[in-house]
């Protein structure tokens, strides 16, 4: 069965200019992929925009990649307590609406577990695919739980400036790609291009209508062994599109990374109020917002809330969400009362 997303707006996009057709671009970033459709004259010069892309790309990288290690939140990382760091406004941006994100789920979302994902093996280094890795033992989670924390950061949002209280480990990988998706859609807006699917990771932002009048459809992704690219080509296999008009799309699964020791199942998503990853049986979180950062973060901070409580969340303030949880029949899903509304 298909069911079909479509936001309510007020003005339906108008169709692209005669002769437009759609373009591809694509890249490598993050350790993913990249790709951007966009509507343009058959002639439009493509190279100025995918350096445009790339550069959007690799100025988030530069400012708040873990694994860069000359990146300005790796030198953050390592400063010395009590000391303050001017921070691009991007990297600024970002924090500042990640703390929201925490203050406002009472710590489900916390970019200051840096240090617990590092000692779960997900971080840049000492890797759980790597020999030598062991599960953390009490006395690691304990001493890892006591650098997090987002209460511990201190903002000057007049300089821009945030405080190092000391072995704070700020990780920004729940939210950074989908401000990256933004920050690719705000650029092309401003060069004129307002029909596009951006996508990047598997987060996206859809823009306008193709030249068919036709809007981006996307699946929503779902826990099953096909990859995100075979359900978008295999539209016999999709349960759910969206038409991303002006909408972003991400999802936070616990089947994109994890690792298994004996019969456990340890999901790359961390419970920062416990320090350890969830296990309540919630195989993914997809959220729709106007913003794809915002997407990004909710879905992590309701993917770690669980599905009874991340629903009740939801639902109170007012955020479109669609959880799968693993069942003994299978599947479950369970709709915010936002997304139901998208119901077409």
């Known amino acids: 069965m298909r069911r079909t997303l479509v936001p309510v707006i007020d003005t339906p996009p108008l169709p692209p200019a005669l002769g437009s057709v759609v373009h591809t671009l694509q890249g490598k970033t993050m350790g993913t992929s990249w790709s951007v459709k966009l509507a343009a004259d058959a002639a439009r010069r493509l190279l100025p925009l995918q350096e445009l892309i790339q550069h959007q790309l690799d100025t988030v990288i530069a400012q708040m990649s873990t694994w860069e290690t000359d990146s300005d939140l790796s030198r953050y990382n390592q400063a010395a307590a009590g000391s303050w ?19 406002a789920s009472d710590g489900a979302y916390d970019p200051t577990a840096g240090a617990l994902v590092n000692a779960w093996g997900f971080g840049p280094t000492q890797r759980y695919t790597e020999e030598g890795f062991v599960v953390p033992g009490n006395t690691a989670l304990d001493f890892a739980r006591a650098q997090c924390g987002w209460q511990r950061i201190q903002l000057d949002k007049a300089a821009h400036r945030v405080l190092q209280p000391g072995n704070a480990t700020i990780d920004l990988s729940a939210i950074a790609k989908g401000f990256s998706v933004d920050q690719i859609a705000r650029a092309l807006l401003q060069r004129g291009i307002d029909s596009f699917l951006v996508e990047v990771g598997g987060e996206l932002r859809g823009a306008g209508v193709k030249p068919d009048g036709q809007p981006w459809w996307v699946a929503l992704e779902h826990p099953l062994p096909a990859s995100f690219a075979d359900a978008i080509t295999n539209e016999a296999s999709i349960a759910t599109i969206a038409a991303l008009y002006n909408l972003s799309v991400a999802t936070s699964g616990d089947y994109r990374r994890y690792f298994e020791e004996g019969d456990t199942r340890f999901s790359h998503t961390i419970d920062p109020r416990s320090g350890e990853p969830i296990a309540h ?12 950062m915002a997407a990004d973060a909710w879905s992590t901070a309701l993917g770690v809330m669980g599905a009874a409580q991340g629903l009740a969340f939801a639902d109170q303030h007012d955020l479109a969400a669609l959880f799968i949880q693993r069942g003994k029949e299978g599947f479950e899903e369970h709709m915010s009362q936002a997304m139901a509304a998208l119901l077409q």
């Open 85 to 103: 760091h001017r921070l691009p406004d991007e990297f600024f941006r970002v924090l500042e609406y990640a703390l929201d994100v925490a203050q």
């Open 281 to 292: 049986g919630l195989a993914s979180v997809t959220v729709l917002h106007c913003d794809c």
